[in-house]
């Protein structure tokens, strides 16, 4: 019987065919694969013409061009549509996909090639993407011990290997205790409740098999409970169920994989010939340093913590006139913030809610890229890897392309969160090369016949995603490894955070917040209220952020912690975290930093980008036209179509003619005056 995987895909845009793909047909077809990228690279050592930068750099960028196929089919499986077989598979790949790239980074005649190339590239006659391209190539290989040999070469393919496979077990562990738990609610417990909490907790009842309601650990129907529901015994049992994932003891906690992560970055970080993880991963940042990044977090910690204690003094006086003594609670926070927000605002989730319909926030994202970019969208046929799943056909005057791929409803195999990927990337060293881009939610699911309602910030997360999904799709480079979001960790959330400022844009409100039952638009009145309220329990917001960050530099800007549990304490006690509020990520379930390196002393980044995307849409706000076209262009030259191409500092400055301070950042979350 033939492999799918194995053929050439006669599919729609060159997707994957996953109307025709098996489970067990992946392995086979990695291990071919993984043949074939040994092959190319064994053809590049063993050619015996003079390096050049077409039988070397070139040749080493499509070594892997059929196993990256696979592997974005796989992955977008694996991540978005999990099973125990899928489960077991990335658990197979991840030592032979960390051997592969360690034998391609320990290979000493393909490092010699690229270092002969290196030693006279003044000579060679490239553009300026090629010495781009040239020198982060190099990099990379040295960052990945092309210089180390012996005991310490073996020692970090050891390391790099392990490291592989404790994340994969961290985020099969996550994903275990995230859909194992539920909390079924009786009558009495969905008083309080307004309709769309009691049907999201309805539809997951019945995806769980339980017969009626229950409250599962989705965010996105965890948080709205914690908002709304009058039972603070519920409330309480829920939070702590919430926040203990990957803390519960037995096979599926990540304390102990936690443990050892750290232990082995530190490890590698050493054998590279750096002090710390921290030293070796900022740096290609932006920020170069750790001390850089504890400056930024600081500057925001003060004020963030500062008004966050103002606010909960606000909401401990609450709960003691609902008749409840002693302190306030993390699990009381959101249900205290809602009520005030009610009060001080006039603003009721409830009522907001039927305005943002997940199509016409779609439409929403659309119209807004049509307007700014110039690009249209059109539904795509399959195939599909799930019936949530939808295409767009990505056009621009008649031209293809990208293909935009959404999945926006949570589920059962979904891990949580949201994120962006390619499942093909952007490149035209083999062809005209376009990508398809994924962009994966977790939004409650309605029931059959209701439309699906989002929240103000579940609309935020799908332009965030979105801005993500553009900077894939507008880019225009001839090579994969600096294609779309391969920038600097700390500069791949520009996009995706900037974008958010388009949805708060009056007219697009005015246009695509309409009522899911009358069409009417969002009344002016409401509108102003809710802009009018972007900014309130940001003090919350920041701190449960900035907390987070700020443990993640401590856990890698050092020794590693003995236990990381205690270390996280001890962060928390010395920047005063409030009593009531908790990291957005404790350790055990801090997927950003343990499934991958990633974000690993990388948390901070979306803080910094925040500081450069608060500042790039001033300047559109600056010229009074948020739809301004000469500075659509120069955003899309500068940054959207550039990926990797140059360094991110000096992209940024080109659109915005200097870089930004902090004071934007302040502004944008309501914190300057507290400052």
């Known amino acids: 019987m033939t492999n799918p995987l194995l053929e050439e895909w006669q599919t729609p845009f060159g997707l994957p065919p996953f109307d025709k793909i098996k489970d067990e047909d992946f392995s086979p077809a990695v291990d071919a694969a993984l043949a074939e990228a040994r092959a190319a690279i064994a053809a590049i050592t063993a050619n015996q013409d003079e390096p050049t930068f077409a039988n070397t750099i070139e040749a080493l960028e499509l070594a892997d061009e059929h196993l990256s196929a696979i592997l974005g089919a796989f992955y ?17 790949f991840a030592p032979k ?13 393909l490092f010699a090639r690229i270092d002969a190339l290196w030693q006279k590239k003044d ?25 180390l040999e012996g005991a310490e070469a073996e020692r970090l393919k050891d390391v790099k290997s392990r490291l592989a496979v404790l994340g994969t077990e961290f985020t099969q562990n996550l994903l275990a205790d995230e859909s194992g738990w539920f909390m079924p609610l009786g009558q009495d417990d969905l008083v309080g409740l307004p309709d769309f909490v009691v049907h999201a907790a309805e539809a997951a009842g019945e995806e769980k098999g339980a017969g009626g309601p229950v409250v599962t650990l989705s965010r996105s129907l965890i948080v709205p409970f914690l908002q709304f529901s009058p039972r603070r015994e519920l409330r309480e049992k829920a939070y702590e169920a919430w926040v203990a994932r990957g803390a519960n003891g037995g096979e599926t906690d990540n304390r102990g994989i936690a443990g050892e992560t750290l232990k082995l970055r530190a490890e590698r970080a050493n054998l590279l010939g750096y002090e710390t993880f921290s030293d070796y991963k900022l740096e290609t940042e932006m920020a170069g340093t750790p001390e850089a990044v504890r400056d930024l977090l600081m500057r925001v910690w003060e ?11 606000v909401f401990e006086a609450m709960l003691h006139a609902d008749g409840f003594s002693g302190p306030l609670e993390a699990w009381d926070w959101r249900y205290y913030s809602e009520k005030r927000r009610k009060a001080e605002h006039d603003l009721d989730e409830s009522e907001i809610k039927p305005y943002f319909q997940l199509d016409r926030m779609i439409e929403a994202a659309f119209a807004c890229a049509n307007r700014l970019f110039g690009l249209e969208f059109a539904p795509a046929e399959g195939p599909f890897y799930h019936p949530d799943v939808r295409h767009w056909n990505v056009t621009r005057g008649g031209e293809h392309i990208a293909l935009f791929v959404g999945d926006y409803f949570a589920r059962g195999s ?4 949201a994120w962006c990927s ?23 699911k309605p029931g059959a016949g209701d439309p ?23 880019s225009n480079v001839t090579y994969e490894s600096i294609s779309g979001t391969s920038v600097a960790r700390d500069f791949v959330e520009l996009p995706s955070q900037l974008y958010e400022h388009w949805l708060e844009v009056p007219e697009v409100l005015s246009e695509f917040a309409t009522h899911a039952e009358t069409g009417e638009p969002m009344p002016k009145a409401l509108l102003d209220r809710l802009l009018a309220a972007t900014t309130y329990d940001m003090g919350f917001q920041t701190v449960e952020f900035v907390s987070s960050a700020l443990v993640d530099l401590a856990f890698h800007d050092g020794p590693p912690p003995a ?37 690993s002393s990388g948390y901070y980044s979306y803080m910094w980008s925040e500081v450069m995307d608060a500042d790039a849409f001033a300047a559109f706000e600056e010229v009074g036209d948020p739809f301004d076209a000469a500075l659509a262009a120069s955003l899309e030259k500068n940054i959207l179509s550039a990926g990797g191409s140059e360094e991110a500092a000096d992209l940024y400055t080109r659109f915005r003619g200097r870089m930004p301070g902090v004071e934007p950042l302040l502004k944008g979350r309501g914190l300057l005056d507290v400052a």
């Not at 977008?76 to 197979?92: F, I, K, M, T």
């Not at 004020?303 to 003094?313: G, V, Y």
Request: aromatic share 6%.
């Open 452 to 474: 699906a309602l989002l929240s103000y910030d579940d609309a935020r997360t799908l332009f965030h995603e979105f801005g993500h999904a553009l900077h894939q799709m507008l």
């Open 97 to 109: 996909l960390s051997a592969y790239s360690s034998e391609v980074a320990s290979n000493a005649a």
């Open 123 to 147: 000579a060679l006659g490239l553009s300026d993407e090629q010495s781009r391209v040239l020198m982060l190539t190099r990099r990379g290989f040295v960052r990945s011990g092309a210089l």
């Open 422 to 444: 390619a499942m093909r990337a952007q490149q035209r060293l083999s062809g005209d090369v376009r990508p398809i881009v994924v962009n994966v939610c977790n939004f409650a």
């Open 303 to 313: 004020p963030a913590k500062k008004s966050a204690l103002t606010d909960a003094k």
């Open 414 to 417: 979904k891990r949580s969160g």
């Open 563 to 599: 236990d990381p549990m205690q270390k996280q304490a001890e962060v928390l006690e010395e920047i005063g975290m409030p009593h009531a509020i908790r990291m957005r990520h404790a350790t055990p379930h801090f997927a950003h930093v343990f499934t991958g390196d990633g974000y």
């Open 76 to 92: 977008a499986l694996a991540g978005a549509d999990s099973n125990p077989a899928r489960q077991a598979l990335q658990r197979e």
